[in-house]
C-alpha cells in the first residue's frame, strides 16, 4: 500500500445505533443513485459506517458503488475465544473497507484506551482495513484560537496519535479524524483558526514519527490540514520533554506525601479524643471510609512511584526515549491523585467529618448493591458533599448524547423539562443529583435528612444560557432534599474558600469536646437519678463482693471497674456547671423507688438531690449555703470526689399531661408530631413522654441513659414527620451506661419482682392514663408508673 494516493476528500458518517437495518437500507436506496454524480474515484471517497447488523446486508446492496462501507469496532485479535467482539478477519471477508476506532463514546463508556485503539488500529490494518481513527482533546486550552492552544491540544493529542502509527505497518493506510471532544455539542464549534492548527500539528507530528506513513487527518465537518515545523522541532527533544515528566511525577510524589501525612495526623487526632464515658471509636470507625480513601491514596503513590523508577531508565543506551516518554504520559493521564486531593481540601474546609468516600443506600430493598458514594460527610452527618469533575466540555458532548435541544433560546419555558424523559442518566452530574436524592431521602441524622451539596468544580454559570438551564433543572430534583450545586464561578460556597492548614483543619473535623452542644440547664430524667444515688456509683464494689445478689448488680460491678468510675469519667464531667431540672413525675417515681427499696445510703443521696418544698430557701445566700451543705453530705456517702460546681438541688418544673401537650401544639410551641410520641404503640411510657416532650417544648438538653426509650421517639418523630416540616425533635445525649439501686435484700412477704410482660402491660396502661379524654390534667402518679 506504499503506493497509495492519499484522498483529498473523504466524506461520510456513523449511525451508531440511531438507524436499524431497515432504515440503513431506505438509506442506502436514496443515496447510491446520487453517487454517479460526485466527482472522480481520487478526488472524493465517500463511506459509510452503519451497525454491524446492517453490514451484511449493505455490502450486498452497494454492489460496486463508489462507497467505502465501514465497521463501528473491531477487536484486536483475528479469532479466538473472546465473546461478543468482532473479528477484523471476518469484516474483511464480509468486503468492509474502514473500521473506526477510538471514539470518544467508546473511550468515556467502555474504557477504551490509547493501548486497546492502537492494538485494534493494527489488527485492522494487518487484514488489509483502513482504521479511522478518531483522536480530540477533552479540555479546552485555555488560549483556544491561536497558535499555541494548537500547540497544546496537538501536545494532548500526542499519546493517541503516536501509539497508533506506533502500532500499524509504516505503508498501511490511516485516517485520523479530529474531533475536539470538549466542542461536541457545544453552542459554538471550535474556531476554525484552532482546528488548522490542530491538524497542521498532527500531521507534522506523525511526518516526523512515520515520514513512510499515507495519513488521512481529515477531521470531521469543518477541521483541515497544514504543516507546522515548531511542533517537529518540539517533539525532536526527547530530553527536555523527558525531565519535563520526571520533574512533574517528582511534584506528584511531593503532593501525594503530603496529603498521607495529613491523614496519618487526623487519625492520631481521633484516636487522642478524651475518653467520655466508654473508650472512643477508633479512627477507621469513627470516620467510616477513611482507610478505604488512605489506602487508594496510597496506590496512586504506588503508581507514581513506579512511574519514577521508569524514568531511570533513561539512562540505558537501549532506551527508546521517546517510546519511553509516551509510556509515562500515558500512565501520568491515568493519575487520579488530583481528585483524592480536591476530596481531602474540600473536607478540610468543613468540621465534624464522619465520612471519606462512603457507601449510602439508594433503595431500601437493595441496601447493599444499589448504592452512591458521597466523597464527604461533614457537619456529623448532617450534611453529603459530592465532587464532580466533569468539564464543561465533557458535559456538552453528555447533553447532546441525551437529546439535549441546542436550538433553543432564553425566551423556552423554564417549567419545560429541558431532557427527553430517561435521559437524564446520559449526564453524569444529572444521575449523581438523582443518586444522591435517592439516598438521603432514605437517610435521617438528628430527626432531619441530611443536605447534599455537589461541587462542580470544573463548570461556571453565566457564561452559557444551556449549562445555566440544565444546572437549574437539575436543582428541582432535590423535593424534600435540600440539594445544591456550587459551581467554580460562586463566590461564597466551599470552592472559593481558602484551604485551612491542617492544624486549623484538625481543630474543626475533629470533636474533642462532646458537651459542646449542651444547654446551660439541662432536662434530666429518672435514670440519671438511679445513677446518681446508686451504691454503685459512690462506693468501689467489685465483681466479686458479696452484696451482688442479681446478674445486673454483675453487669454494673464490671462496668465500673472497666469504665469507671462512672461519676468521674462520665456524669460529673456532663453535667456539672450547670442547672438541672426535671418534671415532677420523674422526681416522683425516683423517689418511690428509692424510699421502697433503697439501701440507707441510697435513700440519703435521693434527699440529697431533691428538695422538699417546704424547705426551699428564699434568698441567693440561702441557696447558695443549701447547695454547700448538699454537697458536703454527698462527699460524705461517697468514695469519689464530689466536684464544687455540681448544681444541687434538682428543681422540679411540672408535668406535660396530654392536655398540656394539646394546647403546646396548638400554640405552635410543640410540632403536631409530638402528640404521637404519647400514643399506643408508641413504646414509651408517660413517664418517658412527659420528659422528653418537656425538654423539646424548653428547648433544652435532655440527659438520659435510657437508650431504648430514646430510640423509639426517635423512630416515632422520623417516621411520622409530614414531608416538608422543618421539624426538629428533642436534643437528647445518651449517657453510654445505666445503674441500678443496690437496693435492700429482698425480705419474705414482699411482693414478686415484675415480668417484662408486667412492665410492658404497665406502659401501656400508663399512656393510656397519660392521654385521657381531653381536659383531664391529673398527673400520673408515681405509683402507676413503671418502674
Known amino acids: 500500500m506504499d503506493t497509495v494516493t492519499p484522498r483529498s476528500r473523504l466524506i461520510g458518517l456513523s449511525t451508531k445505533m440511531y438507524f436499524s437495518p431497515s432504515r440503513t437500507k431506505e438509506y442506502l436506496d436514496a443515496l447510491l443513485p446520487r453517487l454517479a454524480t460526485c466527482p472522480g474515484p481520487h478526488a472524493i ?69 490509547d493501548a486497546s485503539t492502537a492494538a485494534k488500529a493494527a489488527a485492522a490494518a ?72 490542530v491538524v497542521r500539528a498532527v500531521r507534522a507530528m506523525a511526518i516526523y514519527t512515520n515520514p513512510l506513513k499515507h495519513l488521512n487527518d481529515r477531521p470531521h465537518g469543518h477541521r483541515q490540514d497544514t504543516e507546522s515545523d515548531s511542533f517537529a522541532e518540539e517533539t525532536a527533544n526527547q ?52 482507610g478505604v480513601f488512605e489506602r487508594l491514596v496510597l496506590s496512586e503513590k504506588r ?31 491515568a493519575c487520579n491523585y488530583k481528585f ?84 437524564e442518566n446520559d449526564i453524569e452530574v444529572a444521575r449523581f443529583a438523582r443518586q444522591l436524592v435517592a439516598a438521603a431521602s432514605i437517610t435521617y441524622h438528628d430527626y432531619r435528612r441530611p443536605t447534599v451539596r455537589m461541587l462542580l468544580t470544573r463548570i461556571r454559570e453565566g457564561e452559557n444560557h444551556h449549562v445555566d438551564r440544565l444546572l437549574n433543572y437539575i436543582r428541582t430534583f432535590g423535593g424534600e432534599i435540600d440539594l445544591t450545586l456550587e459551581t467554580a464561578s460562586d463566590t461564597s460556597g466551599l470552592l472559593s474558600q481558602p484551604t485551612p492548614s491542617i492544624e486549623d483543619a484538625l481543630s474543626h473535623l475533629v470533636i474533642t469536646e462532646p458537651f459542646r452542644d449542651f444547654t446551660t440547664t439541662l432536662n434530666v430524667d429518672c435514670s440519671v437519678f438511679m ?115 455540681l448544681r444541687l438541688p434538682i428543681r422540679t418544673v411540672g408535668t406535660i399531661t396530654w392536655d398540656k401537650a394539646q394546647k403546646l401544639v396548638e400554640a405552635h410551641e410543640l410540632p403536631e408530631v409530638a402528640l404521637v410520641v404519647g400514643q399506643k404503640g408508641s413504646g414509651l411510657n408517660a413517664m418517658n413522654v412527659s420528659s422528653f416532650l418537656y425538654g423539646w417544648k424548653a428547648h433544652l438538653t435532655t ?43 429482698k425480705s419474705s412477704g414482699l411482693p414478686p419482682l415484675k415480668t417484662r410482660k408486667d412492665r410492658k402491660r404497665e406502659k401501656v396502661s400508663s399512656l393510656q392514663r397519660w392521654a385521657a379524654e381531653d381536659g383531664q390534667t391529673e398527673k400520673a402518679t408515681p405509683e402507676t408508673v413503671a418502674s
Open 45 to 113: 471517497d465517500i463511506f459509510l459506517i452503519p451497525d454491524f447488523l446492517s453490514l451484511p446486508a449493505a455490502v450486498t446492496q452497494t454492489g460496486t458503488a463508489p462507497l467505502l462501507l465501514g465497521a463501528q469496532d473491531c477487536y484486536a485479535e483475528d479469532a479466538g475465544a473472546y465473546t461478543g467482539e468482532v473479528s477484523p478477519a471476518s469484516l474483511a471477508e464480509l468486503g468492509v473497507r474502514i473500521v473506526e476506532l477510538g471514539h470518544a463514546e467508546r473511550r468515556r463508556l467502555f474504557g477504551e484506551t
Open 126 to 197: 494487518r487484514n488489509g482495513l483502513i482504521p479511522l481513527v478518531c483522536v480530540g482533546e477533552l479540555d479546552r486550552p485555555l488560549a483556544a484560537g491561536d497558535e499555541a492552544g494548537a500547540q497544546a491540544a496537538a501536545e494532548a493529542l500526542r499519546p493517541q496519535v503516536e501509539s497508533v502509527l506506533a502500532a500499524v505497518p509504516p505503508a498501511a493506510e490511516v485516517v485520523l479524524a479530529y474531533e475536539p471532544v470538549w466542542a461536541i455539542g457545544a453552542a459554538e464549534p471550535a474556531a476554525a483558526e484552532h482546528v488548522l492548527g
Open 239 to 290: 530530553g527536555e520533554v523527558h525531565a519535563e515528566i520526571l520533574q512533574q511525577c517528582q511534584s506528584i510524589v511531593g503532593r501525594i506525601s503530603t496529603l498521607i501525612d495529613e491523614l496519618q495526623q487526623l487519625k492520631e487526632v481521633v484516636d487522642q479524643r478524651p475518653v467520655v464515658g466508654s473508650k472512643p471509636l477508633p479512627w477507621n470507625q469513627a470516620i467510616t471510609g477513611l
Open 303 to 333: 503508581n507514581v512511584d513506579n512511574m519514577l523508577k521508569l524514568c531511570q531508565t533513561a539512562q540505558d543506551d537501549d532506551t527508546d526515549l521517546e517510546v519511553l516518554n509516551n509510556k509515562l504520559r500515558t500512565k501520568l493521564d
Open 340 to 423: 483524592h486531593d480536591l476530596v481531602w481540601s474540600t473536607a478540610k474546609k468543613c468540621h465534624n467529618l464522619v465520612g471519606l468516600r462512603r457507601d449510602f443506600s439508594r433503595t431500601p430493598a437493595n441496601r447493599k448493591t444499589d448504592t452512591v458514594i458521597v466523597d464527604a460527610v461533614v457537619s456529623g452527618g448532617a450534611e453529603w458533599i459530592k465532587v464532580v469533575n466533569t468539564t464543561e466540555r465533557r458535559l456538552f458532548y453528555e447533553m447532546t448524547d441525551a437529546g439535549w435541544d441546542w436550538e433553543d433560546d432564553e425566551d423556552t419555558d423554564p417549567d419545560e423539562p429541558p431532557l427527553p424523559d430517561g435521559s
Open 531 to 645: 445513677a446518681l444515688a446508686s451504691d454503685f456509683s459512690h462506693m468501689a464494689i467489685g465483681p466479686n463482693s458479696d452484696l451482688l445478689r442479681s446478674a445486673q448488680h454483675l453487669i454494673d460491678a464490671r462496668d465500673e471497674v472497666e469504665n469507671g468510675p462512672r461519676l468521674l469519667t462520665t456524669m460529673y464531667p456532663a453535667i456539672t456547671g450547670r442547672d438541672l431540672v426535671c418534671t415532677q413525675d420523674a422526681a416522683d417515681t425516683f423517689l418511690k423507688i428509692a424510699y421502697d427499696i433503697g439501701t440507707e445510703s441510697e435513700v440519703a443521696r435521693a434527699r440529697i438531690l431533691f428538695e422538699a418544698s417546704q424547705d426551699a430557701p428564699v434568698d441567693a445566700d440561702a441557696r447558695e449555703a443549701d447547695s454547700k451543705r448538699r454537697l458536703d453530705e454527698l462527699r460524705m456517702l461517697s468514695c469519689y470526689a464530689v466536684p464544687d460546681d
Open 703 to 745: 440527659i438520659t441513659s435510657n437508650w431504648e426509650a430514646a430510640k423509639r421517639l426517635k423512630t416515632v418523630i422520623e417516621a411520622n414527620r409530614v414531608a416538608g416540616d422543618d421539624v426538629v425533635g428533642p436534643q437528647i445525649w445518651r449517657i453510654p451506661f445505666a445503674r441500678k439501686l443496690l437496693a435492700k435484700p
